[in-house]
């Protein structure tokens, strides 16, 4: 029997492509189309050698709790036309939640890759899904020994947790382009090595709210006077800039569609400073050796701060910070590249398979609760 992958955007893709590879065809991989833009699912899927998914239909673009009960119902059909050894979840996302819910209700074995996340933001629709999974998952693996002590402290058994570090690092290691491919995209963006910004912004506290977004977009559209910022707008986010009437703060930028992995990755690996509400950015940026200015109330990754980022609100303080890193330049670089991730060594994925193995061997969700 399978091993169903249950996955749904973006930073999913990402994060579970090492963990897919690994489990051959072992993994059936379940696309709830959380993500159905072509830039932010179908070409990453392509590009990320991920196989043909069976596709649940209907849930993007609808609202939180439709696009959880939509994917459960599915879910829970192929679940019982092909019951799966144990199903694995990524993260944070509807998707995810769905995934569990779905498990759990059939009792299927549960496995949370970068399990164990707070921001202990209550705002955050994803604070709530991450906890809601642990709650029920029967083998956490914990990104770093802090994700793990989240878990403890909120008394989950430390049987059920093994810290494998995340997922991100095999990823960048795997998807980064050579020198060479590098700098032909640096120089098909127009931008050259050290000497820009690379930007994104989705998150709703910054896109749903107008006074934040205009905020974001100015701060960058100044820091765009001084050196070239590069901004792949994500989809919902040039809706939001649309509809608030802000597409003239984007004419200094350089605005782009989103762009595929390993394009991303080029830029990242070159930016003087990245500025970003990414969570995955957040970790990235630690493996990449780049400093990060992060445009958020709340981070549930406190593990790339103070040395590779910082976290400011929308307004001034992003200026501030941009600028101030910015000023320390090539020292600051060097630096960072020579520090190690804190978010694990490259080996995760292969970690989370070995427990697969051990947990298939075990059997049923009792035996492991
Ligand atoms: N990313 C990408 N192309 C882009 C922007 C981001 O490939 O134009 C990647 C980025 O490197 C990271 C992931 O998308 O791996 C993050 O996705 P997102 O910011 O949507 O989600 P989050 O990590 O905040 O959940």
Known sequence: RSIAVVLG????????????????????VVHTGQHYDEELS??????LGIPEPTYLTGIGGRPRALQISAALAQLDAVFAAEPPRAVVVQGDTNAALSGALAANARAIPLVHVEAGLRSHDRNMPEEHNRVLIDRIADVLCAATPENRDNLLA???PAGRIEVTGNTVVEAVRSQLPTSAQRFAELERMGVASDAYVLATVHRPENTDDPLALRAVLTELASLAAELPVVL??????????????????LDPLLVTQPLGYRTFLALAQHAALLVSDSGGVQEEVTVLGRPLVVVR????????????AELVGPGRELGEAARRRLASGAEDRARLASLPSPFGDGLASRRVV?????????????AVA
């Open 9 to 28: 955007t973006r930073p999913e893709l990402v994060k579970l492509t090492e963990l897919i590879r690994l489990l051959g065809p072992a993994a059936h």
């Open 354 to 366: 070995e427990l697969l193995v051990g947990l298939a061997a075990r059997g049923s969700c009792a």
């Open 232 to 249: 792949p707008l994500h989809p919902r986010t040039r809706a939001c800039i649309e509809g608030a009437g802000l597409a003239g703060l």
């Open 297 to 308: 109330n709340s981070t549930e990754r406190p593990e790339a701060m103070p040395d590779f």
């Open 42 to 47: 179908g070409r990453f899927l392509s590009d």
């Open 154 to 156: 909120e008394g989950i």
